[in-house]
């Protein structure tokens, strides 16, 4: 009789190589051994993708986006194949399936597709009979054109999650090469402590402000859906005994569930570091209906992300200082398109000015919603490190500061350690 239902997926450097296949495979076999009903879902082996982007890129810089998805889509097609070999070999029946085999459909966003259905009755009955489904991640077709798609950034992931909620899965395991989330990156303080569970919300945030550990696309429909999802390492043995990080039997790594499965809420959970944070300032801005709109369209309509915005009003209310950030590498443009829209009298203010380099810093938790004075309680241990604040957003579960870059492991650790999240029991 099944224990479970489970999607297990592995990211490219998961199944950088045959022999990397087979460890992950020994993750799938120890599942089915349970009595679980598995899908494994698998990315393109690591470097893959970019090198097929690459050969696109070559053959033409114009090409057909459909064309441009065709070839990329392959390089899952193949880990796919080589992972229902390798289970067959461990006497584990075995099938490899295709996005449009499943099928995933999906819109016809060509490179940056959105999956609209799944119909999951082919997956259901393979289980059922005891063989497990290996699907290519990243990809689907549309059910109009019968042309295959790709997800774009972070794509195996969501497809995993959705492949999930299609199917009912009682969770959804991320094998990666890291073994759970953290409470900061490790690199930068060695303090940092694997979290037991952590709340939609938290890794939402937490992957939006600078963490890679899951992408964000994938968050948001596992929230959606209440899949349950379990960040964990390829690379722990699989033969171990299955030990959850509190010390109790069950899974390892970091559980990302609904609030309400956690009983104790940390104030701040995590800490996170965003780099290559550039500060745009419009200075007296006309101040009149619509002229926010005017601005942010423009920098909109040229795909460009806005991050952190602070706007502040003169006393007569007549014109407006705005300031806000975009990444680095959009600096040059977003000023391009701002004098653009000047001279076109789209926008009227009197000069822009600004800075690449700066860094910002975030602490995050579900936490901060029933406590006060989080917000100052971060500025001050900031304060007491010498690090100047040059600018403040907030929002219900996390509070963001944008500092010199100089500063951003320093500001990272003062405040890991200034909540707690460095002792023994965080």
């Given at each position: 009789?099944?224990?479970?239902?489970i999607?297990?997926?592995?990211?490219?450097?998961?199944?950088?190589?045959?022999?990397?296949?087979?460890?992950?495979?020994?993750?799938?076999?120890?599942?089915?051994?349970?009595?679980?009903?598995?899908?494994?879902?698998?990315?393109?082996?690591?470097?893959?993708?970019?090198?097929?982007?690459?050969?696109?890129?070559?053959s033409?810089?114009?090409?057909?986006?459909?064309?441009?998805?065709?070839?990329v889509?392959?390089?899952?097609?193949?880990?796919?194949?080589?992972?229902?070999?390798?289970?067959?070999?461990?006497?584990?029946?075995?099938?490899?399936?295709?996005?449009?085999?499943?099928?995933?459909?999906?819109?016809?966003?060509?490179?940056?597709?959105?999956?609209?259905?799944?119909?999951?009755?082919?997956?259901?009955?393979?289980?059922?009979?005891?063989?497990?489904?290996?699907?290519?991640?990243?990809?689907?077709?549309?059910?109009?054109?019968?042309?295959?798609?790709?997800?774009?950034?972070?794509?195996?992931?969501?497809s995993?999650?959705?492949?999930a909620?299609?199917?009912?899965?009682?969770?959804?395991?991320?094998?990666t090469?890291?073994?759970?989330?953290?409470?900061?990156?490790?690199?930068?303080?060695?303090?940092?402590?694997?979290?037991?569970?952590?709340?939609?919300?938290?890794?939402?945030?937490?992957?939006?402000?600078g963490?890679k550990?899951?992408?964000?696309?994938s968050?948001?429909?596992?929230?959606?859906?209440?899949?349950?999802?379990?960040?964990?390492?390829?690379?722990?043995?699989?033969?171990?005994?299955?030990?959850?990080?509190?010390g109790?039997?069950?899974?390892?790594?970091?559980?990302?569930?609904?609030?309400?499965?956690?009983?104790?809420?940390?104030?701040?959970?995590?800490?996170?570091?965003?780099?290559?944070?550039?500060?745009?300032?419009?200075?007296?801005?006309?101040?009149?209906?619509?002229?926010?709109?005017?601005?942010?369209?423009?920098?909109?309509?040229?795909?460009?992300?806005?991050?952190?915005?602070?706007?502040?009003?003169?006393?007569?209310?007549?014109?407006?200082?705005?300031?806000?950030?975009?990444?680095?590498?959009?600096?040059?443009?977003?000023?391009?398109?701002?004098?653009?829209?000047?001279?076109?009298?789209?926008?009227?203010?009197?000069?822009?000015?600004?800075?690449?380099?700066?860094?910002?810093?975030?602490?995050?938790?579900?936490?901060?919603?029933?406590?006060?004075?989080?917000?100052?309680?971060?500025?001050?241990?900031?304060?007491?490190?010498?690090?100047n604040?040059?600018?403040i957003?907030?929002?219900?579960?996390?509070?963001?500061?944008?500092?010199?870059?100089?500063?951003?492991?320093?500001?990272?650790?003062?405040?890991?350690?200034?909540?707690?999240?460095?002792?023994?029991?965080?």
């Amino acid at each position: 009789m099944s224990l479970a239902r489970i999607v297990v997926k592995f990211g490219g450097t998961s199944v950088a190589n045959v022999e990397r296949i087979r460890q992950a495979a020994r993750h799938v076999k120890r599942e089915v051994d349970a009595g679980n009903q598995v899908t494994v879902v698998v990315s393109a082996m690591s470097g893959k993708t970019n090198e097929l982007v690459g050969w696109v890129n070559e053959s033409s810089k114009l090409h057909d986006a459909r064309e441009y998805d065709a070839v990329v889509a392959s390089g899952e097609q193949v880990t796919a194949g080589l992972m229902a070999i390798v289970l067959s070999e461990m006497g584990i029946p075995s099938r490899s399936f295709q996005g449009w085999q499943v099928p995933i459909h999906t819109d016809d966003a060509h490179g940056a597709a959105r999956i609209t259905e799944i119909i999951p009755d082919e997956l259901v009955r393979r289980m059922q009979d005891g063989v497990v489904p290996v699907v290519t991640g990243f990809q689907g077709i549309v059910p109009e054109t019968g042309r295959v798609t790709t997800l774009g950034r972070g794509g195996s992931d969501t497809s995993a999650v959705a492949i999930a909620a299609s199917v009912g899965a009682d969770r959804c395991d991320i094998y990666t090469d890291v073994d759970g989330v953290y409470t900061t990156d490790p690199r930068i303080d060695p303090k940092a402590k694997r979290l037991n569970r952590i709340a939609f919300e938290e890794m939402l945030e937490m992957a939006s402000l600078g963490a890679k550990v899951l992408m964000i696309r994938s968050v948001e429909m596992a929230m959606a859906h209440k899949v349950r999802l379990v960040v964990r390492s390829t690379f722990d043995d699989p033969e171990a005994p299955q030990i959850a990080p509190d010390g109790t039997p069950g899974v390892p790594g970091t559980l990302v569930c609904d609030e309400d499965e956690i009983m104790e809420k940390q104030i701040v959970s995590g800490v996170t570091l965003a780099k290559a944070e550039a500060k745009i300032t419009l200075r007296d801005v006309k101040d009149k209906p619509g002229v926010a709109a005017a601005v942010f369209g423009a920098l909109a309509d040229e795909s460009i992300v806005v991050d952190m915005i602070v706007q502040n009003i003169s006393d007569d209310g007549s014109v407006t200082d705005i300031t806000f950030t975009v990444p680095d590498s959009e600096y040059d443009k977003s000023v391009r398109v701002l004098e653009a829209a000047r001279t076109s009298g789209a926008i009227e203010y009197a000069r822009v000015t600004g800075s690449k380099g700066g860094a910002k810093v975030s602490v995050v938790g579900v936490g901060m919603r029933s406590h006060a004075g989080v917000a100052a309680s971060m500025f001050k241990a900031l304060a007491d490190k010498g690090i100047n604040i040059q600018l403040i957003t907030t929002s219900e579960i996390k509070t963001s500061v944008l500092i010199d870059d100089e500063y951003a492991e320093l500001a990272v650790r003062a405040l890991h350690t200034y909540y707690g999240l460095d002792k023994e029991d965080a």
